[in-house]
């Protein structure tokens, strides 16, 4: 029923105007990162020994217990399809730029933050949580992760704290979601690649858009209901095949589309990524070994399958629709 009312708050705001979802993603952001670099502080002076009431676990809970990937590469496969998840829709970041007042300045300064955020704020907290709790305390998994290790250093309340922020995370994810796929949605129709139903903007918004992205948010909502204890993981390990999918055609999008913007208008090609084309293949080989690693177990091999499947179909309906179009304009 929350889940139920989230999305429909959400979906009315970004109904109204633009401007509120990045209100909203203003403050969400702002409560995250406030929340995470207290965390961070604590966890960090806890790890150190100089945190009161507390001693430095050294390396402890990261060697012991079974040493590193007790279980072996299962955990890691999980934790990778996780982490593909939450960064699910960093791209969105370009999305948005495009109804910002100066986005080549707002682009540029968002892709240049983000692998510092990335590292200090989301990898820095795992480092501390797996420094100081051993992978098998089971309130990592009663409680949550943050939520265990404020806990364990016993500050009062802290906990349940770290769970409201990490419910405003999700709650933000949900925001950003419906804005990012109506704008997409939006896209396709303008380029001639979608039902063109979707492409009315009204007030500046495409809010027939909004709605077709929103309709699979409150079917979701009732599809949880009818399989609460088996939809959640499943969507885990197929959404995050698909983001996988995504950005790697994103990928190879940028091999051709740079190469050409080179060629043919060097001066449009304001903002560069650095190690190009090295660093995308190493993205790449990057999302070859995660999907490696999901066809090689069998809880996610066939979430594997069934993406795949999706991904050549739906590029095959699209070849062939673009084919269909150039030949009628040609004739």
């Not at 409680?143 to 404020?150: H, N």
């Not at 979601?177 to 009204?202: C, D, E, F, H």
């Not at 858009?209 to 949880?224: D, E, N, Q």
């Amino acid at each position: 029923m929350w889940v139920l009312v989230f999305m429909a708050m959400f979906c009315g705001s970004n109904l109204a105007a633009v401007s509120h979802f990045g209100e909203f993603e203003f403050w969400f952001a702002a409560l995250k990162i406030g929340a995470i670099g207290l965390f961070l502080g604590l966890g960090v002076l806890a790890v150190l020994g100089v945190l009161p009431g507390t001693s430095s676990p050294g390396t402890a809970n990261l060697l012991h217990d079974g040493g590193f990937l007790p279980n072996g590469v299962d955990g890691l496969l999980v934790g990778l399809l996780a982490s593909v998840v939450a960064y699910g829709g960093l791209e969105t970041v370009t999305i948005a730029a495009a109804e910002s007042d100066n986005p080549v300045r707002g682009v540029a300064k968002a892709v240049k933050t983000t692998m510092w955020r990335i590292a200090i704020v989301y990898v820095g907290s795992m480092l501390v949580i797996v420094t100081l709790l051993p992978w098998n305390d089971p309130a990592v998994t009663t409680e949550g992760p943050y939520a265990a290790t404020l806990d364990h250093l016993g500050i009062p309340h802290a906990g349940q704290v770290m769970n409201v922020v990490i419910l405003i995370a999700l709650l933000s994810a949900m925001n950003a979601n419906i804005y990012g796929s109506s704008r997409m949605a939006y896209s396709l129709v303008s380029r001639g690649q979608g039902p063109k139903a979707l492409g009315k903007v009204t007030g500046r918004v495409p809010r027939r858009a909004v709605l077709a992205s929103s309709g699979f948010g409150f079917v979701t909502v009732l599809l949880s209901y009818w399989y609460p204890d088996t939809l959640f993981a499943w969507l885990l390990n197929m959404v995050g095949g698909v983001i996988l999918v995504v950005w790697g055609f994103i990928a190879v999008s940028q091999f051709v589309l740079r190469r050409r913007t080179e060629r043919e208008a060097p001066e449009k090609l304001v903002v560069k990524m650095w190690g190009f084309p090295y660093l995308t293949w190493v993205a790449l080989a990057g999302l070859a070994g995660v999907l490696v690693l999901m066809a090689m177990g069998e809880d996610t091999r066939i979430q594997l399958v069934f993406t795949g499947g999706l991904t050549v179909a739906l590029a095959a309906t699209g070849y062939v629709l673009q084919r269909r179009a150039a030949a009628r304009e040609a004739a």
